[in-house]
């Protein structure tokens, strides 16, 4: 009986051994959009497609991306097909700031904002970038390197020409006239407090309304009138 209790322990500690090692696992961080906040209530998704800039990945959106900045009421759409790189943080920032990690959201609309370049506005495009990540459930670490990384050298990236680019994904090679004329602001429109921006967004709203192309008219009808076509009106009998 004591060997078999013996025999009996040592097969429990092997497999306990066994099931530690089991329940080892390695985590892998996946950048995963939050759930709905009040900021963005649908993430939008973000095509790769094969295009650099600088060295840099470039991506489109395939959808409008809409925020409202709780502070000064800016509802900021970012439209379709508006080409981005997260660069919103400079090269010396991107060691301790994945441009396409956690702050990626909150770059498309410092982007966004960065590319309308409205004069004197630059620190105000910064404030709401900062407001957007934490809203974003970025952490205050990394929300606070990446706004002095912006506030410190993003300037010469302010209001670049060349960064007002748009592309559709199902023709990444194809360089998209822009769907409208620059706007002179970024907020489409401004309710304090975000208040009614959840019920504007789940209505179907939309900034930027996809034209709608009209089929061509048909072409005119011409008819041709016979000799005999009075003289048929005068006959005693109806005509069939």
Known sequence: MTWRRGAAAVLAGVLMA??????????????????????????????????TKQGRKLFTLNEEFPYCDPVTGYVIVV????????????????????????TARAAIIHDWLYTIGQP????????IFYRAMIAFG??????GIAYNAVRAGG?????????????????PDVMQPAPFAKPVSGAVRIMPGCRGFRELILSGWKAYPDKVLLPPPP???????????????K??????
Not at 88 to 102: A, E, K, M
Not at 138 to 143: C, L
Not at 235 to 240: G, N, Q, R, S
């Open 79 to 102: 439209p379709k097909w508006y080409v981005t790189d997260f660069a919103s943080v400079p090269w010396y920032g991107q060691g301790v700031i994945d441009p396409q990690g956690p």
């Open 120 to 127: 004197g506005m630059r620190l105000q495009a910064d404030d």
């Open 138 to 143: 970025v952490d205050e670490f990394h929300t």
């Open 219 to 233: 072409p005119p009808v011409t008819t041709t009138k016979m000799p005999y076509d009075d003289l048929m009106k």
């Open 155 to 171: 300037e010469g990236g302010y209001g670049l020409k060349g960064d007002w680019m748009f592309i559709d994904p199902a023709r």
């Open 235 to 240: 006959l005693p009998w109806k005509k069939k």
């Open 18 to 51: 066994l099931s530690g090692c089991a329940e080892r696992t390695t985590t892998v961080y996946v950048p995963v959009a939050p759930k709905a906040t009040p900021s963005s209530l649908v993430p939008q998704p973000v095509i790769l497609f094969n295009r």
